[in-house]
């Protein structure tokens, strides 16, 4: 069966990294957009992340409060999606979802709905 799994979070002090993880199982990355998301108690959840098909032109999108700290990358060997976290924040903490959509416009990245299938999330605290 097709599995989307999420791994790497933990407890993390200030200005401290954590690399997620995203792995797919039964089916291929190549073809879909991946998005990371973040959600904490009552908030909604919101785009962190994301980076095109392999079959498109491989863009990558950063929401204004990770740009220059986060970075998003595939390896396709691995059929994996990482999204490498630097100089978190106490702001940072949240569960991180990763996402695959097969139709999202560049424009909508962030837009949650336009997102098909969903990992189960792991938690990312960020406290001293």
């Known amino acids: 069966q097709e599995q989307l799994v999420e791994s790497g979070g933990g407890l993390v002090q200030p200005g401290g990294s954590l690399r997620l993880s995203c792995v797919a199982s039964?089916?291929?990355?190549?073809?879909?957009?991946i998005g990371w998301f973040r959600q904490v108690p009552g908030k909604e959840r919101e785009g962190v992340s994301s980076?095109?098909?392999?079959?498109?032109?491989?863009?990558?999108y950063y929401a204004d409060s990770v740009k220059g700290r986060f970075t998003i990358s595939r390896d396709k060997t691995k059929n994996t999606v990482y999204l490498q976290m630097n100089s978190l924040k106490p702001e940072d903490t949240a569960v991180y979802y990763c996402?695959?959509?097969?139709?999202?416009?560049?424009?909508?990245?962030?837009?949650?709905?336009?997102?098909?299938?969903w990992g189960q999330g792991t938690q990312v605290t960020v406290s001293s």
């Open positions: 980076i095109s098909s392999t079959t498109s032109d491989g863009s990558t």
């Open positions: 039964g089916f291929s990355l190549d073809y879909y957009v």
């Open positions: 996402a695959t959509g097969r139709y999202v416009l560049s424009r909508r990245w962030a837009d949650l709905n336009e997102y098909d299938y």
